[in-house]
């Protein structure tokens, strides 16, 4: 069965219910036991810029309501400049970076995550992008099922300048 969601940018009149999301995403990690988001570096603090920059995309359940919130960021990630254990294919001159993946715990466990993974990336897509980057905590299991299952290819790791910074670097070229 094929699951149709809805995807928006997300606007400033959205913010309060983001935070929910990306809270609810908070408490998900921290009762799997990983440090992903937690002790003040949860993606709450870049909510303002992202909508602000229009990079905030909501997604919206068949009865209206936000479910779930990524960030499409333009621009490099310093970050990436740096990988280990592998490399960027730069086939490409330019990428888009998916950040902030979040499902609200209301939704969480209806099979979501893959239609709003691939929505992003046909947005993505749409602004003309064929090298799409994600990365995500090396422990965090459900999250890298999601991206390699949107098709996506492990290329090494990167750090974060923040406790625990070690994430693994995925890539998509279209």
Not at 66 to 73: E, F, H, M, S
Not at 107 to 131: Q, V
Request: some cysteine.
């Amino acid at each position: 069965m094929k699951i149709i969601i809805n995807i928006r940018k997300a606007t400033s009149n959205d913010a309060n219910k983001i935070l929910t999301v990306l809270e609810s995403g908070r408490v998900f990690l921290q009762s799997q036991g990983l440090s992903q988001w937690q002790d003040g570096y949860s993606p709450s603090r870049y909510v303002e810029k992202y909508i602000a920059n229009n990079w905030g995309y909501v997604m919206i359940s068949p009865g209206g309501i936000i479910c779930g919130y990524a960030a499409l960021a333009e621009g490099t990630e310093d970050c990436y400049n740096n990988i280990k254990g592998g490399s960027w294919d730069n086939t490409h001159e330019k990428y888009i970076t998916i950040h902030s993946v979040a499902i609200d715990a209301e939704f969480r466990g209806k099979n979501l995550a893959d239609p709003f993974m691939h929505g992003l990336i046909e947005i993505a897509a749409g602004m003309g992008y064929g090298d799409i980057r994600i990365d995500t905590h090396p422990a965090n299991i459900i999250m890298q099922k999601v991206i390699l299952r949107a098709g996506f290819v492990y290329r090494g790791m990167v750090r974060y300048n923040i406790p625990d910074g070690n994430r693994m670097g995925f890539q998509l070229i279209r």
